[in-house]
């Protein structure tokens, strides 16, 4: 493949992603799912794409940066929510190859670990009670929590389908 289509591929799985990731979170929110402290996005399950494309690194950090526009935290919420998601996707990439019967058994860690820390944080930080160890846990443990049931019940299942249809071929070609 040619340089300049190699490219576009990149951006154009890169936009798909981030406008799917976009679209899916909105629709949690819609069930009042997305944002606080309980979350289950079911946009999350995307965070496991880095598996098949470094084109969903930058797509992931996009649409999470897009749905955080929504977010009751705001900017806080679209700086340190897109850093979160960005670093786990990047974790996510360079575990792809740790695999149990051609699964990426550890892939939905760091989704759950960076959301758990970075966005406990944040919600403890923005508590109007103020910042305290115990709001931090609390919210580490619910975000976390949320992260990992949609991680590895939706994600994981999700790798799983595309690997054993082969479609993964036909969506990322790279």
């Not at 289509?5 to 799917?20: E, N, R, S």
């Not at 999470?64 to 996707?89: E, H, K, Q, R, V």
């Not at 990426?104 to 944080?121: D, K």
Request: aromatic share 10%.
């Amino acid at each position: 493949m040619r340089k300049n289509a190699q490219h576009l591929q990149y951006l154009v799985q890169g936009a798909m992603i981030a406008a799917i990731y976009t679209v899916l979170t909105l629709l949690a929110a819609m069930a009042n799912l997305a944002y606080g402290p309980v979350q289950f996005r079911f946009s999350e399950a995307l965070t496991l794409l880095p598996v098949f494309t470094p084109a969903a690194i930058p797509g992931l950090a996009v649409g999470c940066l897009l749905s955080n526009i929504w977010s009751g935290y705001g900017a806080a919420d679209m700086i340190f929510g897109t850093m979160a998601t960005l670093l786990a996707a990047i974790a996510t990439r360079q575990l792809r190859n740790v695999r149990v019967k051609n699964i990426p058994f550890l892939a939905p860690l760091p989704p759950v670990l960076f959301n758990a820390v970075v966005i406990g944080l944040e919600i403890a930080v923005f508590s109007p009670k103020g910042l305290s160890w115990a709001g931090f846990w609390s919210a580490a443990l619910t975000v976390g929590a949320g992260e990992l049931v949609i991680c590895f019940f939706l994600g994981l299942p999700l790798v799983a389908a595309l690997q054993k249809i082969g479609e993964k071929r036909k969506i990322f070609l790279s």
